[in-house]
């Protein structure tokens, strides 16, 4: 098996992460060995580039530090103030400022330099998400001809989002330097294809390359999976020693980075609307949520957070009684184990994003549940995930308030039988998807196409060869 080379902004450094890519790519790490280098900002000063290493886990681990203007200006301008926003339609939140761009280029550009050295013949090199799309493109100016697959975490934007990116050609040079692209859903695909057709007059091919411009990208798409089986496990022995939540109080959970793409204030305003619909009679619910602080450093992430808190004050004000609160918000991570703890414990599964590349959430929360007697999953028709779960949960549109009050209606009204049958279908496809399938299933693929790229290149080659003898 050939040594893996991960390459990911976040590096795990600290135990319980949140946060989709590391929690993922953790246990394939943890499972198959290799590297993995990542970023993160230096004292202020170093200008050094060179990649420090950190002992203590199962596979090597090495970090660039950067000079924290660098870093920011990387991080939380180019990659989170331009690349998210547009990569997730919310081109209103763009933030460009002269140099973003600049530092994101030239990040990608130590980054390739300070890890060539590390690189050897038959490593097999992934890079991950927005904040290296240039990365394959440097390594391979630095002489690297190994394997080098890509995958996006988010979704792929559309022709119009792209419009709306500064140096928009980029996007494909840096594409093409892979030899393959792997995106979350079926929907990212046909979005990819689009904007190569619509921006760049590019045409898919008959063996599934797209040719823009005389170069090709090779796109697929590979929805990310979770360690279904561990985390199963887990919640059924997390299940006894659960958190202090009266008994007899039924739960709707809810688990979000505090990110504005989570579409949190619409998931209040639509338990706000069950509310109001409901009689004074009927069984009181709690709206646990659980929404771990994220970029706090940019504007957007502070205006979301205010606004929560001021929505979630407004739904406790009206609905809250003597012993009961209807929104349990609380803005801070919580340990994994107890994670799933809650999950299981949770008669309806909240999941509400605007948009999102798949949503490991929405997996963990059905995986979670004790299969004799499961949740419910309320999934937004938006987030990737639906084009798998789409099976078994409520799918709903979060834009629209009474969307998800009458799901939520439906969910507490839903007999056993049927809550069994829409829980196996999800169960079924979350486990044979976990996320070693989606290791192995892009890495095999990965391979082909590498070959197949060096073997067109030993052809052309020769035939250079040839014509000039
Ligand atoms: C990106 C894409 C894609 C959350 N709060 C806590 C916590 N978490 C964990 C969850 C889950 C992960 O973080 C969040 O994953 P998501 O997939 O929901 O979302 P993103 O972080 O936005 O991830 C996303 C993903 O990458 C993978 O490709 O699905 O679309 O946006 O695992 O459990 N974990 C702990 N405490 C918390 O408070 N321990």
Redesign the pocket.
């Known amino acids: 098996m050939s040594r893996l080379v991960v390459f990911s902004n976040r590096l795990p450094l600290g135990s319980?992460?949140?946060?989709?890519?590391?929690?993922?790519l953790g246990r394939t790490m943890e499972q198959r060995g290799g590297v993995w280098i990542g970023a993160t900002p230096g004292k202020s000063g170093t200008g050094q580039h060179t990649l420090q290493s950190y002992e203590g886990a199962s596979f090597d681990r090495h970090a660039l530090h950067l000079p924290e203007g660098e870093y920011n200006d990387y991080y939380l301008g180019y990659s989170n103030s331009v690349l998210w926003p547009l990569f997730h339609g919310r081109t209103d939140l763009l933030d460009v400022e002269e140099g973003q761009l600049a530092a994101y280029s030239s990040v990608n550009r130590k980054m390739a330099e300070a890890s060539v050295n590390l690189i050897q013949e038959g490593d097999v090199i992934w890079i991950h998400?927005y904040h290296f799309i240039p990365l394959a493109a440097e390594l391979r100016k630095l002489g690297v001809n190994n394997p080098i697959g890509f995958?996006l975490?988010?979704?792929f934007p559309s022709s119009n989002n792209v419009r709306a990116m500064s140096h928009k050609e980029f996007l494909l040079d840096w594409l093409a330097a892979y030899d393959l692209v792997g995106l979350?859903t079926q929907r990212d695909v046909s979005a990819l294809i689009e904007v190569c057709r619509a921006t760049f007059g590019g045409q898919l091919l008959s063996d599934g390359r797209i040719r823009c411009k005389g170069q090709d990208i090779w796109a697929a798409s590979f929805p990310?999976g979770?360690d279904a089986k561990t985390f199963r496990q887990t919640a059924e022995t997390q299940e006894m020693t659960s958190p202090r939540i009266d008994p007899g109080q039924k739960l709707l959970i809810g688990?979000?980075?505090l990110?504005y793409?989570?579409g949190l204030p619409h998931k209040f305003r639509g338990f706000q609307r069950f509310l109001e619909d409901q009689d004074s009679e009927s069984e009181r619910l709690t709206l646990l949520q659980?929404?771990?602080p994220?970029r706090e450093n940019v504007e957007a992430y502070q205006d979301i957070r205010r606004q929560l808190e001021q929505l979630s004050g407004e739904v406790n004000g009206e609905f809250a009684e003597l012993g009961y609160m209807p929104i349990q918000y609380i803005h801070?991570?919580?340990?994994?184990d107890?994670?799933a703890g809650l999950y299981r414990r949770a008669a309806i599964g909240l999941?509400t994003?605007l948009i999102?590349?798949?949503?490991?959430?929405?997996k963990?929360y059905v995986t979670a549940q004790d299969s004799s007697d499961p949740g419910v999953l309320i999934l937004s028709e938006s987030?990737?995930?639906a084009e798998q779960l789409g099976i078994g949960a409520l799918t709903i549109n979060p834009f629209d308030p009474s969307s998800i009050a009458s799901a939520i209606r439906k969910a507490v009204a839903m007999p056993l039988t049927e809550r069994i049958e829409r829980h196996q279908a999800m169960w079924d496809e979350i486990s044979l998807h976990d996320v070693y399938w989606w290791t192995e299933t892009f890495l095999n693929r990965l391979d082909k196409n590498a070959s197949s790229r060096r073997k067109r290149s030993r052809s052309i080659a020769d035939l250079e060869t040839m014509l000039r003898g």
């Open positions: 319980s992460p949140s946060g989709g890519l590391v929690v993922a998400d995958f975490h988010t979704p979350q990310i979770i688990v979000d980075r990110d793409s989570k659980i929404a771990s994220t801070r991570a919580v340990p994994r107890y994670l999941v994003p999102d590349g798949m949503n490991l959430v929405a963990e987030a990737g995930a």
